[in-house]
């Protein structure tokens, strides 16, 4: 039998690259810093620290309230809504984000079904 796997919609990947590319720019930071602290707070890279860091959790903040859409139907999904967990079937008795863990089983959701086709698909 030949097992199709399910269609992803990249939303755990969103959060993977904020913090790939977070800690690339920290690695940045970090190898090329002056030896003297007192050279290394009055470098550029050290200035770019508060506004990167205050732009990485607003992107994080709006990514995770970015709707997503159904690869099989096309429709717009929140992505704060009671969910029931794929692990554990349960559902979470309040609206949720995706990307949070479970209240019961406390795993993150791999996986997500449309509540207008029924279908399963990965986040």
């Known amino acids: 039998m030949d097992h199709k796997p399910s269609p992803s919609v990249f939303f755990h990947f969103r959060f993977k690259f904020l913090a790939v590319t977070s800690i690339a720019f920290l690695m ?5 810093s002056a030896s003297d602290f007192s050279q290394f707070a009055g ?3 050290f200035k770019l620290l508060g506004p990167f860091f205050i732009i990485s959790g607003l992107m994080f903040l709006m990514f995770r309230k970015f709707p ?3 690869p099989h139907c ?3 999904l ?3 809504t009671d969910w029931t967990c794929p692990n554990c079937h349960k559902k979470q008795g309040k609206e949720r984000y995706l990307m949070e863990k ?3 089983c ?5 996986t997500s079904e449309c509540d207008r086709c029924r279908k399963e698909f990965r986040l």
Do not use: E, F, N
Not at 106 to 110: C, F, L, T, Y
């Open 28 to 32: 940045y930071v970090i190898l090329t």
């Open 106 to 110: 406390r795993q993150m959701a791999a």
């Open 43 to 45: 470098s550029m890279q």
């Open 74 to 76: 096309a429709r717009v």
């Open 68 to 70: 997503i859409k159904c």
């Open 102 to 104: 479970c209240v019961h």
């Open 78 to 80: 929140p992505t704060k």
